[in-house]
């Protein structure tokens, strides 16, 4: 018997709906689904399935690291750079995962840890603490919080200071993350066999307007310099609210992603799909 765990978008009634087929499947065949709530769950799983798009996709992996646990991805969005298969496909895909016709792909992912400068975070009931920790399969992202206003943002890589940033924020992805809101930011696209980090300026007020690809053994420290306050956030996700003083520090974390794959899949060739680049001159 095999412990599936489950893992919808919300405010998909379609994915809501596979949710409950995917568990009687599970069921006819001897598994057991498990659905997995904010805090994740206690039990020993063989496999996460996510329905939804890449958002859902992220949600799952987050509640499974530092484990390796096999996420597979149906995508029910529009973009589905991590999801492997359309909704139609799940229990041929089941299948073949529980025959061993699968591969797993790793992924790298990000250890981001926050030190406050000078006050602390309040844990429950627990002792307040200066730092947090999480894992980011896409990105961080130091932004702003007012429109009216940029933040100011001392980058050092290991403990050599490198450039005041003077922008609407920073990105440092993943080469995973290079297709999300880096891409956006018009940071470039990396393979994501590649290891790698990528650090990408928000709409700079500055003349070095670059992204920056980092060997995966450095560590770049965001420290918010004197100004307005900021937010780091984690994978899309709104963590923490930094003031002047705090300080993200962001290594290449040593537990992967591992994502469930079949045959045939090309990251390449998904790129070309998505931004429809199947004529020799663009725009046609």
């Known amino acids: 018997m095999a412990n599936v765990g489950i893992v919808y978008h919300p405010q998909r009634e379609s994915a809501r709906q596979k949710a409950a087929e995917l568990d009687e499947w599970l069921g006819h065949r001897g598994h057991r689904a498990v ?3 904010e805090s994740g769950s206690e039990n020993a799983l063989d496999l996460v399935v996510s329905l939804g798009g890449d958002g859902t996709m992220l949600r ?3 509640k499974v690291l530092p484990l390796p646990i096999p996420v597979l991805g149906v995508n ?4 589905g750079y991590l999801t492997e298969i359309v909704p139609e496909g799940l229990f041929r895909a089941l299948e073949r995962f529980f025959a061993g016709e699968f591969s797993l792909e790793e992924r790298m992912t990000l250890a981001i840890e926050v030190e406050r400068g000078e006050s602390t975070f309040e844990i429950g009931d627990a002792q307040p603490s200066s730092r947090r920790q999480y894992i980011a399969l896409n990105d961080l992202v130091v932004e702003k919080l007012d429109s009216g206003h940029v933040i100011r943002v001392d980058v050092a890589f290991g403990a050599t200071h490198f450039l005041t940033y003077e922008a609407d924020g920073l990105i440092v992805s993943s080469p995973t993350g290079s297709t999300a809101y880096s891409f956006s930011a018009r940071g470039p696209v ?3 066999r590649l290891r790698a980090m990528i650090l990408t300026p928000i709409s700079p007020h500055m003349l070095f307007d670059r992204s920056l690809v980092l060997d995966p053994i450095e560590t770049v420290e965001l420290t918010l310099a004197d100004g307005p306050s900021a ?16 300080l993200v520090r962001c290594t290449v974390n040593g537990n992967s992603a ?5 045959a045939n899949r090309d990251f390449h060739q998904i790129l070309k799909k998505k931004f ?7 725009g046609e």
Request: proline content about 5%; charged content about 20%; glycine content about 12%.
């Open 35 to 37: 659905y997995m709530g």
């Open 60 to 62: 799952a992996i987050d």
């Open 76 to 79: 029910f969005g529009s973009l």
């Open 190 to 192: 990396v393979s994501p």
């Open 231 to 246: 937010a780091a956030m984690v994978d899309g996700s709104r963590k923490v609210i930094l003031d002047p003083g705090d």
């Open 258 to 262: 591992h994502l469930v794959t079949f």
């Open 276 to 282: 429809g680049l199947h004529s020799k001159r663009m």
